[in-house]
């Protein structure tokens, strides 16, 4: 072979290369993550997972193949049509866990301090949530298909007011609540 076939080769190569791997990449970030979908056997939300690295390979090709990678129904319902991933398809972004959490906590006031709740961060001092007790739980101990059943009766928390409730909970014996204290020195002074 000539070197001019070996240019041309290569020419084509980088077109190819230049064309596919943004679709790629763009399918795989799009797909990934957990949803939040309502079965259509069942009529309850469901958290699924897709198989992103199957969709951003066929999406190189074409237009992206969906299949689910798990689903809480699994193993049990392994066999289903997966009829449910054309939510996914219609709208990728509104049932993404991600995305339903962070819509929730956008304009948000911590009730316990009243602070206005910055943007749920992936990694870092994530808000959390109030209970009905009075105890804070945070969103990783949430079972991610009971979330908008949560979100309807929690109430949201900041991370500094859920650090110092966990705190308390956990070592209520070097707690001093100075608030009682001033108070009673107040009494006796009057």
Request: proline share 5%; with cysteine.
């Amino acid at each position: 072979m000539s070197i001019e076939i070996y240019l041309i080769l290569l020419i084509g190569l980088l077109a190819v290369f230049y064309l596919m791997v943004p679709r790629i990449a763009g399918a795989f970030i799009r797909y990934r993550g957990k949803r939040l979908v309502t079965c259509p056997e069942t009529r309850k939300t469901v958290a699924v997972d897709v198989d992103a690295k199957h969709a951003a390979l066929t999406a190189g090709v074409g237009h992206p193949d969906l299949r689910l990678k798990t689903c809480t129904r699994w193993p049990e319902r392994q066999d289903c049509g997966q009829e449910c991933l054309l939510q996914v398809e219609l709208s990728p972004e509104d049932c993404l866990v991600r995305n339903i959490l962070t819509s929730w906590y956008s304009g948000k006031y911590c009730v316990s301090c009243g602070s206005k709740l910055r943007e749920a961060h992936v990694l870092d001092h994530k808000p959390a949530l109030l209970d009905d007790n009075g105890q804070t739980i945070e969103l990783a101990d949430v079972v991610p298909e009971t979330i908008p059943d949560v979100l309807a009766t929690h109430y949201p928390v900041c991370w500094d007011c859920h650090i110092i409730e966990s705190f308390t909970r956990k070592h209520p014996d070097l707690i001093v609540d100075r608030s009682k204290i001033s108070a009673g020195v107040q009494r006796q002074v009057i």
